[in-house]
């Protein structure tokens, strides 16, 4: 696999067939298309999105394909042709935090990542009315552990109750029939507005993907900065898309000069210190201070 694939179910909508999108699409504005077209209204009583992400297998391949054409997934095969749309090519999904951020920055709502029974529990609440869900609340701090402990489970599910997005992470370790069911009851649900089927892209992928970003911020600020020393004359706009190049190169380090010109330097200290030695020798040499017209006889030179 060359990306990671997603499939998108919305609530409401029955397409006569899914729409094929092999195009490459980045994981913000997939869940910007998907987060910001739902009915406000109908989400005050429930879930904006939930987001399964299915985990890397043992040998750090991409797992939902894996699942899916070894038949793990039957009630999902059965809903495949009722998805909204079905993304070939998502970029961006390396993590469920990398994609918890885009869902932030996409739909400014409130995300959470959970378990699989966490949703479960969730789903459940929703049906529920709010005051039998602060009670379950309620009796779930007074029970056993420390004072720490409760105040961070009574944070976890307050977190959990006020979230507009879910994010499911399962692995090939889970039971198979669990994630397929949860899947389903997602979908089947009238409280969950969209659903998004995906994959945690392989690790040769992303090792691939961010060696290409490297290279990319590299060459977009080597172009900077030499447009910077051909225009020292620009204005403050000029200024301030350097600022920006400079906070996208962050984590690239730069040497003060070139090898070459580091070869020009040390040559012209090398043959400063050669000429000077030269001179110094030169300087040395002494003749005689009494110049005679007559030599002194073989033998009298004394």
Known sequence: STAAPAIVWKAGSSPASPSHISERTDTRSLLASTLNNDDSAALESGLSAVIFLVGRDADGSEGLVSMASSGKLP?????????????????????????????????????????LDEFHRKLASLAQSEQEEELVEDAAVVEGGNKKAKKAEHKRRRAISEADVLIVTVTDKDNAAAIDSSIVKAIDSKVVQNVILSSIRSTDEVK????????????????????????????????????????DAEGVYYVNMTPNIFAGLLFFFMFVFVTHLGLSCMNMIEGQDVYVKKMPAIGREV
Do not use: C, P, W
């Open 208 to 247: 691939r993907s961010r060696t290409l970003a490297v290279v990319d911020k590299m060459n977009k600020s080597a172009r900077s900065a030499s447009a910077g020393r051909r225009r020292l004359d620009e204005d403050n706009e000029d200024e301030n898309n350097n600022g920006d190049n400079a906070a």
């Open 75 to 115: 009630g999902v095969q059965e809903k495949h042709a009722h998805a909204d749309s079905i993304h070939y090519h998502v970029d961006g999904v390396e993590s469920s935090r990398t994609v918890a951020k885009d869902a932030r920055l996409s739909g400014g709502m409130n995300v959470v990542e959970v378990a």
